[in-house]
């Protein structure tokens, strides 16, 4: 099952045997001052110097969030998202809780990209969330992440976030909202408050990968959050879900990228090793 994302001139197919697609997650202010002043001042200078090193740095498709306080959602989103898609040619992820922001932004990227398809952030089990994003992304052709939690929160286990995923795709199905348009997020959580917490996300991605062959993506920091030396739990930890299922995660690029090349030519997603010769040839001439 392939997942399609389009800007307005380029195409990334998500799929699992495919290499391992980046979303790139800076253009998000939670705990970035300097990007939720520029939000809240209307500067997209600093929004667009975010995207081109993104790309720069490897990201496949750029998340867009712009929900710091001050800021107006509906306004900001869709000039945000303009300013990404002038910026670089990667296709999107419209991160809002908001939905009057997120049609916003949906219709701005149909102006500039009729033919395009973005990916929005996200919906989940909760009824509210259900009956709010998922007849939007009906609406546009979109594709959407699937938060596997519900109105009682992250289920503790991976069987019972399945069962959130089911809900979901059920929904998704009586909207004709094609599977292929669907990526689950299993969710992650620390390690430091709960030595169990990788593995039961481990456990729901299997589980989904097993049922539906949905594509994934993961938050994947998550999980060494209030940990020292917390970038070697990251990339370890990418490489396992990487190997379990997920293929688009959502992650700081230019920390990670290694990591996850190295993984793919380990899992013969990368013939001849050429991806990561290429990247290991670029990081040498940036010196």
């Known amino acids: 099952m392939e997942t399609i994302l389009k800007s ?4 990334v197919v998500i799929g699992p045997d495919k290499p391992t697609v980046f979303i790139g997650e800076r253009i998000n202010p939670t705990g970035k001052k300097k990007l939720a002043a520029a939000l809240v001042a209307g500067d997209l200078d600093y929004v667009r110097a975010q995207a081109t090193a993104q790309v720069d740095a490897g990201a496949d498709v750029l998340d ?28 999107v992820c419209i991160d809002t809780a908001n939905l009057t922001a997120l049609r916003a932004a949906l219709e701005m990227h149909k102006q500039l990209a009729p033919e395009g398809k973005p990916l929005v952030n996200s919906v989940n089990g909760e009824q509210s969330r259900l009956d709010g994003v998922l007849p939007l992304v009906a609406e546009y052709g979109a594709a959407v992440i699937c938060l596997a939690m519900d109105d009682d929160g992250i289920p503790a286990t991976g069987e019972a976030r399945l069962d959130v995923v089911r809900r979901i795709v059920e929904r998704a199905d009586a909207l004709d909202i094609p599977r292929e348009n669907l990526v689950v997020d299993c969710l992650a959580l620390t390690v430091g408050a709960d030595n169990q917490a990788a593995v039961v996300t481990l456990d729901a991605i299997r589980r989904v990968k097993e049922e539906y062959g949905l594509n994934m993506t993961l938050g994947a920091s998550n999980v060494s959050f ?4 917390r970038m070697t739990v990251n990339w ?29 030519l380990l899992l013969g997603r990368d013939s001849y090793g050429m991806r990561y010769i290429s990247a290991y040839k670029k990081s040498l001439r940036a010196g």
Do not use: H, W, Y
């Open 64 to 91: 867009v969030n712009v929900g710091a306080a001050g800021v107006d959602e509906p306004d900001m989103l869709p000039r945000a998202v303009q300013a990404v898609m002038e910026a670089v040619d990667s296709p």
């Open 226 to 229: 209030g940990l020292p030396d």
């Open 236 to 264: 370890i930890f990418l490489a396992m879900v990487i190997q379990s299922g997920v293929n688009c995660p959502i992650v700081d690029v230019a920390k990670v990228r290694t990591a996850v090349l190295a993984t793919d």
């Open 8 to 11: 307005a001139s380029k195409t």
